[in-house]
């Protein structure tokens, strides 16, 4: 599986003032199987709106999407999605978030309940399946979102700031979390977030994001084995770095929208 992005672009027409809202500007990247790469850049620059296009939803833009070749046009299994926001069913339970994907699919309850479960123990949640969302913390929510999107073992996940609403303790715990988890599975993942250290810690890949109109100012290569030490000296290289790029960014001036 790899992910190709060739020329990517996108211009919002802002209906009000009839004018022009360039949002990606030839965003080109290749994902290969089992990386996960990070995208950083500052804040409305684009990143949403990046994966909206990868994930198929939205209708018009510049470039292609390929994923193993294959253009992606439209909203497909293949690429599961994770978002800051766990939107989660409430009258649900986690065991019935996480099944969701299989009962539309058609498999019988008992088939979808065992593999459920399955996730529900690799992901340490035993004891939990009965209880609905609003009886889970921040940090279990986000499992069951994570766990529901790869229950259906898409070849892709996007996921965008998935940590952003949480505080930073159980931020990091999520981001130890999800690096167990890759050892256990050789997920593809494409990690939106403004949080360089979150990118340093987790990113086989960094992607540096401009300002609106998005264009991919660098790309670092991380190589540190994991888990990584956060304080290390590699760590705080990268990470001064790409600071240094995201502060170029605020302070250049903005180009004007036409
Ligand atoms: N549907 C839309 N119509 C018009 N402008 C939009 C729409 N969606 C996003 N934008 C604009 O595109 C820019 C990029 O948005 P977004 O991708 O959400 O940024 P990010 O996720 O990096 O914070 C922003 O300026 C935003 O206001
Ligand atoms: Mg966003």
């Not at 994570?146 to 073992?153: G, S, V």
């Not at 977030?193 to 990113?203: C, G, P």
């Amino acid at each position: 599986m790899h992910l190709e992005l060739i020329g990517l672009g996108k211009t919002f027409a802002d209906g009000k003032q009839s004018r022009e809202i360039p949002a990606i500007s030839s965003v080109n990247l290749r994902v290969e199987q089992g990386q996960l790469v990070s995208i950083v850049g500052p804040s409305g620059c684009g990143k949403s709106t990046l994966l909206r296009i990868i994930s198929g939803l939205e209708k018009s833009f510049e470039g292609k999407v390929l994923l193993d070749g294959q253009e992606i046009v439209k909203p497909t299994n293949d690429v599961g999605l994770v978002f800051q926001q766990y939107a989660l069913f409430p009258w649900r339970t986690m065991c019935e978030n996480i099944e969701f994907g299989l009962e539309i699919m058609g498999m019988c309850k008992e088939e979808r309940r065992a593999i459920a479960e399955k996730y529900i123990h690799l992901f340490g949640m035993q004891g939990f399946e009965d209880r609905y969302p609003c009886q889970l913390s921040g940090g279990m929510q986000q499992r069951v979102a994570i766990a529901r999107t790869l229950i259906m073992n898409p070849k892709l996940v996007l996921m965008d700031e998935p940590f952003g609403s949480l505080d930073s303790q159980t931020r990091n715990d999520m981001q130890e979390f999800l690096m167990d988890l890759r050892r256990e599975r050789n997920d593809t993942i494409l990690f939106v977030t403004h949080n360089v250290d979150e990118a340093v810690f987790l990113s086989d890949r960094i992607v540096v994001l401009s300002k609106r109109p998005a264009k991919s100012l660098r790309i670092f290569e991380l190589i540190a084995p994991h888990p990584r030490d956060r304080t290390s000296k590699e760590s705080n290289d990268i990470r001064r770095e790409v600071i240094g790029i995201l502060r170029q960014e605020r302070i250049s001036p903005s180009p004007a929208a036409n």
